[in-house]
């Protein structure tokens, strides 16, 4: 059974928006610090935003504020919105529990964001 699940990925020319969704299981979510990722072509998994289950959020100083991480408790859903999308944001985009990222757990297939002309 999937437990993370990302969409809203896409093809965007630069300067453009996109809203990441992930929908994931309650036993990941609840009450727990959930984060997105990406990795570009040739590059390492990077943690680009976290929000904790209060709402504090974090942002790599690559995307200050162009994007931003939200939650919704209720329906176990992250969302990432993504503003003034330059080429350097394409990248596949997952969504996790940071301590399961850290500690080398389950992914789920990401979604891939294109930023091209």
């Known amino acids: 059974q999937v437990q993370l699940v990302e969409s809203g990925g896409g093809l965007v020319p630069p300067g453009g928006s996109l809203t990441l969704t992930c929908v994931a299981s309650?036993?990941?979510?609840?009450?727990?610090?959930m984060a997105w990722y990406r990795q570009g072509p040739g590059k390492q998994r990077e943690l680009v935003a976290q929000?904790?289950?209060?709402?504090?959020?974090n942002y790599a100083d690559s995307v200050k504020g162009r994007f931003t991480i939200s939650r919704d408790n209720a329906k176990n859903t992250l969302y990432l919105q993504m503003n003034s999308l330059k080429p350097e944001d394409t990248a596949v985009y997952y969504c996790?529990?940071?301590?399961?990222?850290?500690?080398?757990?389950?992914w789920g297939q990401g979604t891939q964001v294109t930023v091209s002309s």
């Open positions: 996790n529990r940071p301590t399961v990222a850290r500690s080398g757990g389950s």
């Open positions: 309650a036993t990941i979510f609840r009450f727990n610090n």
């Open positions: 929000i904790s289950g209060l709402g504090i959020t």
